[in-house]
């Protein structure tokens, strides 16, 4: 824990969270060292060998790449569960949160390969969720060079603005909340010089850090280039349980009779990682 402890003191400034504070989003660079990344490696091939009943194909059928997603498999998956508990990927979510915990909520296998064309589109992600509150961070970790094409890109400060209508990203259908009770995302590809879109080019070591309210997208790939991601989404002090009358994405089955609204998201499903010392 001291080595881990020195490292966030070496490597997380107060630029980077003052960054994550008024823009949403920061890249740290270089954190993470090479055989924390030969685990995510390990863990990803793993689970794309033995995917979860959760497994979703994200691209259309005529896409000549495949975007492959699966979530909430640290508990069966060996390679994730290590990296998620011994890496120091929780406390810079909690440095970044200002939180004195970091507990977890839920892993996220993201794969383009090579050829994908399919875009991700523009989103929040807590809209999506079961929880309230602001002391939230996901983190992007790449185990393979991403360019800057191909890369998330965020809308800097939007996580201080309202929540979005979330739609699911195939056909566009309001899933969620029902139709017109949020506002519609923007469309911001058709006027990206009206908004102040940041991202970063990223290497195996680097993690993307974003609030969960961050508006964020994603291009494809290119037809030699192979983008595989893991994402550990994390929740700070004063985050609650909040469930909803629909099935949200990830879902999780019979929490709603085990956590009452408003409660915190103590659950043998949500360890707390890291606590402030």
């Known amino acids: 824990m001291h080595k ?81 508990f011994e890496s120091p990927i929780s406390a810079i979510a909690g440095s970044l949160m200002k939180s004195n915990i970091s507990r977890l909520y839920h892993d996220h296998m993201l794969v383009k390969e090579p050829g994908t064309q399919q875009r991700t589109p523009w989103h929040q992600d807590q809209p999506y969720y079961n929880i309230e509150g602001k002391q939230n961070c996901s983190l992007w970790i790449p185990v393979d060079p991403i360019t800057r094409s191909s890369t998330l890109e965020f809308v800097a400060g939007s996580h ?42 990223v290497n195996p070591g680097d993690i993307v850090c974003f609030h969960m309210l961050t508006l964020h997208s994603a291009g494809g790939v290119d037809n030699n280039k192979r983008r595989r991601v893991f994402s550990v989404r994390f929740l700070g002090d004063d985050i609650t349980h909040a469930p909803r009358n629909w099935v949200t994405s990830p879902d999780f089955p019979g929490l709603t009779e085990q956590l009452p609204a408003g409660a915190d998201m103590d659950h043998s499903l949500f360890p707390i990682i890291w606590n402030r010392i």
């Open 160 to 201: 201080l603005g309202p929540w979005l209508m979330p739609r699911s990203f195939m056909d566009n259908q309001a899933k969620w909340f029902p139709e017109g009770t949020l506002a519609d995302l923007p469309n911001i590809d058709t006027a990206r010089d009206n908004y102040p879109i940041i991202g970063w080019e």
């Open 4 to 84: 881990i402890i020195q490292r966030i003191t070496s490597s997380i400034t107060q630029a980077h969270i003052d960054a994550y504070k008024n823009d949403g989003a920061v890249c740290i660079r270089q954190v993470l060292t090479t055989d924390e990344i030969e685990i995510l490696r390990d863990g990803i091939d793993l689970n794309l060998k033995l995917p979860s009943n959760r497994v979703k194909i994200a691209s259309k059928s005529d896409d000549p790449g495949k975007f492959i997603e699966d979530f909430c498999t640290w508990q069966s998956n060996p390679y994730y569960k290590r990296f998620i």
